[in-house]
T-cell receptor, first 113, second 113 residues
Framework: NAGVTQTPKFRILKIGQSMTLQCTQD?????MYWYRQDPGMGLKLIYY???????DKGEVPNGYNVSRSTTEDFPLRLELAAPSQTSVYFC????????????FGPGTRLLVL | GENVEQHPSTLSVQEGDSAVIKCTYS??????FPWYKQELGKGPQLIID?????GEKKDQRIAVTLNKTAKHFSLHITETQPEDSAVYFC????????????FGTGTRLKVLA
């Protein structure tokens, strides 16, 4: 299994541009998550999904959108990039069913200038 | 809101010494407490976890203790090695069975050879 994969690894955006961060998992996990990690801070939950077609907001959803059309994919959309969205973004998944372990992708480093 | 405090933010130890990282949580309903290790340029990886019905858990050189009354839990690494150098995050579940977690702000551990 490849586990959780994320693309791109690094991206520079101009203010106001949009982009989609891709996340795919091949473990047939029900739950998927998007986090952002700012320097010196813990991981903050942006959005999560408990299965295909179901998404919900986390702690810091403003400025982001998600969709979950398949079990495998959970893309994160930034519509109007702002400097405050400069961060490292991690996607994670877990199977649920009383198994709490979350598996993280390698991250996407985003710089908004 | 609910939060998790983690101390210290940085920790330097000599190779072979022990390292202890402490976390305090506020949500009395939290019942699952994972610890993640994040190496440079990678996503967090689970190293050990503990549930609220257990006071201590060990896995080779790593142990976690939980004091539910005081709402704190700790990570203990014995006989530290240079490859233990990384950032460590604690987390606590949001309530019970939610598969959502509140993360601490991380501890950068440096093991000096």
């Amino acid at each position: 299994n490849a586990g959780v994969t994320q693309t791109p690894k690094f991206r520079i955006l101009k203010i106001g541009q949009s982009m989609t961060l891709q996340c795919t998992q091949d473990m047939n996990h029900n739950y998927m998550y998007w986090y952002r990690q700012d320097p010196g801070m813990g991981l903050k939950l942006i959005y999560y999904s408990v299965g295909a077609g179901i998404t919900d907001k986390g702690e810091v959803p403003n400025g982001y959108n998600v969709s979950r059309s398949t079990t495998e994919d959970f893309p994160l959309r930034l519509e109007l990039a702002a400097p405050s969205q400069t961060s490292v973004y991690f996607c994670a998944s877990n199977i649920g069913r009383r198994q709490e372990t979350q598996y993280f992708g390698p991250g996407t480093r985003l710089l908004v200038l | 809101g609910e939060n998790v405090e983690q101390h210290p933010s940085t920790l330097s130890v000599q190779e072979g010494d022990s390292a202890v990282i402490k976390c305090t949580y506020s949500d009395s309903a939290s019942n699952y407490f994972p610890w993640y290790k994040q190496e440079l340029g990678k996503g967090p990886q689970l190293i050990i976890d503990i549930r609220s019905n257990v006071g201590e858990k060990k896995d080779q050189r790593i142990a976690v203790t939980l004091n539910k009354t005081a709402k704190h839990f700790s990570l203990h690494i014995t006989e530290t090695q240079p490859e233990d150098s990384a950032v460590y995050f604690c987390a606590a579940s949001r309530g019970a069975g939610t598969y959502k977690y509140i993360f601490g702000t991380g501890t950068r551990l440096k093991v000096l050879a």
